[in-house]
Nanobody, 118 residues
Framework: QVQYVESGGGLVQAGGSLRLSCAAS????????MGWFRQAPGKEREFVAK????????VYADFVKGRFTISRDNTKNTMYLQMNSLTPEDTAVYYC???????????WGQGTQVTVSS
């Protein structure tokens, strides 16, 4: 099955930006939707954003609208998450996955840690 490798996380001050990448090990079919999820300490994993691989249409969780931008490069089988105006509440491990509705439908990778200092 397709494996996903997340990268781009790190430590950033509040108000800063990070760009996460999600590289797939194989071609992502055009009818698939891909998305980002995150899990903060002591909290459940939650949906962040998704993108249609076919059309590029996007859906965002309310708490990131206007701050995060999801995108993809079909030829590289890679998805991105541009995160701006980061706050400490954005601190979490960020994961990518295939998405059905608002839930992941594939296997979880290791994720990439995002830490936002105050």
């Amino acid at each position: 099955q397709v494996q996903y490798v997340e990268s781009g996380g790190g430590l950033v001050q509040a108000g800063g930006s990070l760009r996460l990448s999600c590289a797939a090990s194989a071609r992502i079919f055009s009818y698939s939707a891909m998305g980002w999820f995150r899990q903060a300490p002591g909290k459940e994993r939650e949906f962040v954003a998704k993108i249609s691989w076919r059309t590029g249409s996007t859906v965002y969780a309310d708490f990131v609208k206007g701050r995060f931008t999801i995108s993809r490069d079909n030829t590289k089988n890679t998805m991105y998450l541009q995160m701006n105006s980061l706050t400490p509440e954005d601190t979490a491990v960020y994961y990518c996955n295939t998405v059905r509705d608002y839930s992941a439908s594939g296997s979880w990778g290791q994720g990439t840690q995002v830490t936002v200092s105050s």
